[in-house]
């Protein structure tokens, strides 16, 4: 863009940023109310524990129990019969052979062993165990 001055042949050649700033500021914006909306998961009450926090890793494979006895694959809901079935024919599973365990402080201890039990016969080598460290630092 060039603009002509009053003072002869000098050409004024800046770029109005106005309204690249007001595009900008409305991405900002969307941005910080989607931020939160992005990071929801499953609700689980976790258990305490006095532990360093672990690096967040998105590739992690999770499998988190409800209290209500209900087992979520990262985000999808699996039928606790189907359980062990699911993890055995899931792709990610079989190569890492590594899963980290959600588990509700309130289930009994016979359904978090079951749901262990389960990702073993589906092959699985490692469970991670997934606490709550903030409220661990609380007491």
């Given amino acids: 863009m060039a603009f002509s001055t009053d003072r002869g042949s000098a050409v004024l050649s800046e770029i109005n940023v106005t309204p690249l700033v007001d595009v900008m500021l409305v991405l900002l914006i969307i941005f910080m109310v989607t931020a939160p909306l992005i990071q929801q998961g499953v609700e689980v009450n976790l258990p305490a524990a006095n532990t360093p926090a672990m690096k967040a890793d998105a590739d992690k494979l999770v499998l988190t129990l409800t209290r209500d006895r209900r087992a979520f694959l990262g985000k999808t809901e699996i039928p606790w ?20 365990l959600h588990a509700d402080r309130t289930l009994p201890y016979g359904t978090v062993v079951e749901a262990m039990a389960a990702a ?5 080598e490692r469970v991670g165990m997934v606490t709550d460290p903030l409220v661990a630092e609380a007491r």
């Fill in 81 to 100: 019969d189907k359980l062990q079935e699911k993890l055995a024919h899931n792709a990610k599973l079989q190569i890492d052979r590594e899963l980290y």
């Fill in 120 to 124: 073993k016969n589906a092959g699985v």
